[in-house]
Nanobody
């Protein structure tokens, strides 16, 4: 059974940094692209970042490009999302997800999800 477990969320002030982690079990991790999504209250789940199994660099949403950095460790079966210069509009529940097929930008292309971790950025 595939399981994804996020950690690292919290309440922080604008301008500070936070790093999220996600550990994956139950599947050969290195063969799958992994993504980060977020969902704010009353909004749809939106793409944040994704990285496939090759050495090709991660893709980022325009809203986080230059501030967020995604990394993956294929030995430890983990991915991380380093978030810098956080803004109140980054407040959301953040999810890690395992890609199945289709566009990396669409939540429907991912078939396994973590439970989410809350990130709240105060102004």
């Amino acid at each position: 059974q595939v399981q994804l477990v996020e950690s690292g969320g919290g309440l922080v002030q604008a301008g500070t940094s936070l790093t999220l982690s996600c550990i994956v079990s139950g599947r050969i991790f290195r063969y799958y692209a992994m993504g980060w999504f977020r969902q704010a209250p009353g909004k749809e789940r939106e793409f944040v970042a994704d990285q496939d199994w090759t050495d090709y660099g991660p893709m980022y949403a325009d809203s986080v490009k230059g501030r967020f950095t995604m990394a993956r460790d294929n030995i430890k079966n983990t991915i991380s999302l380093q978030m810098r210069n956080l803004k109140p509009e980054d407040t959301a529940v953040y999810y890690c997800a395992m890609h199945s097929e289709g566009s990396f930008y669409h939540a429907s292309s991912y078939n396994y999800w973590g439970q989410g971790t809350q990130v709240t950025v105060s102004s």
